[in-house]
């Protein structure tokens, strides 16, 4: 029988670390990089720029951005009842599993996604985004059964730069496969990318799978009345902020400016694939695949820069400072239009996006209380992010879709990290042996 590794061991570490190398690829593969381009590529070659869905004539962005918010509404609603059922039978690496699955075999179902199948494709899309997130909800709940407090910046910081890494590593061999591509099939290389995302993730994910434990040490059967524990757990986590002005503070500026950052994440290469003046497609779908690499090679500096500025300066003073800088890019990004302005613009996201990232989980780990019920309170911080997401994606999509520009749509970020910039403000100061602020 395999021996359980001891919270803060090296080895235990980068097994909880080395998920972000496995599931990562989706992120930057499906989510950022070749999906959008492939997305954007099967309306041109259609020669439509908008969707009959539901009986709704809908633009093809704001369709994407809708479906992403149905996704992640999904993911708000069922975390819940799957964290309570999870702490309650004490085997949260099951579900972590189940996510993790049913998110690489809906990657490997778009290699199937095109415009005449439009239902079956959304749904392979919603599926995809509801498995990665899902199983983050169990991954993040981790971080605090695998390190100790001031391990915790460190690691949260090596799972993310290990996450970039190998991303890029894929992205580079589907870029060589796009553009290396016979003339007339880059499409289907696409298409195999997405099959390659789905391999990727389950075979890497299996070394965190053997080393992280089970769960809790509890062993009880599923019964309708757990159903609601989930819920449950979370308004007692919610009550519980009562008496914890600087965790309840946190999260709601967590809440605001995450709002923002996930929603950049999520629509950037949709930005640029419209938005830009690029010479041609082949120029476009390099110049997208070349930005989104920069994005993710710079994010490995920024989560490390950023883990040592918390250090030197506090975690809650870095994450002002990096949002101030998500207003300025913001700016920027309303008036840019060339190549070569984009590629710039994408340097600077990715040395606050890897960052940002890492430092507010780890803030947040450090927030908690002292508790064994660490899945119920990342189960409220996912909670609060994925609505976050909703309301941001609903938002950005409305606007896309009513002015025609997602330029527009920029102007609300710039508001939004700003009040996280105001609200981070609020978060009172931490005693002198937590060192947080």
Known sequence: MKQALPKGSKKLM???AFYDWANSVYSLVIASAIFPIYYGALFEIAGVDSVNFLGFEIP?????TYVTAAAFLVVSIITPILSGIADYVGNK??????????????????????LDSLYLSATSYFLAL?????????YNSYLPDVAFPEQQDRLSAQGFSMGYFGSVLLLIVNLVMVLGAPEGGEMAAMKWSFVMVGIWWIVFSQYSFYHLPKGNSSSGKIHREILGNGYKELRGVYRSLATNPRLKRFLGAFFVYSMAVQTVMLVA?????????WGGSSEKTMGLIVSILVIQLV?????????RASKSFGNIKTLMVINVIWVAICVVAYFISEPIEFYITAGVVGLVMGGIQALSRSTYSKFLPETEDTTSYFSFYDVAEKIGIVIGMGIYGVIDQITGSMRNSVIFLILFFAVGVFLLMRVPKSTKSEEIN
């Open 14 to 16: 980068r097994a909880w």
């Open 60 to 64: 093809q962005t704001p369709f994407i």
């Open 93 to 114: 690496k099951n579900f972590m599993k189940f996510f993790c699955y049913l998110g690489a075999a809906s990657c490997m179902a778009l290699y199937f996604f095109d």
């Open 130 to 138: 509801i498995g990665f997130w899902g199983s983050l909800v169990f």
């Open 269 to 277: 290469t949709y930005f640029g694939e419209q938005e830009i003046a």
């Open 299 to 307: 994010a490995i500096l920024g989560a490390i820069l950023t883990a």
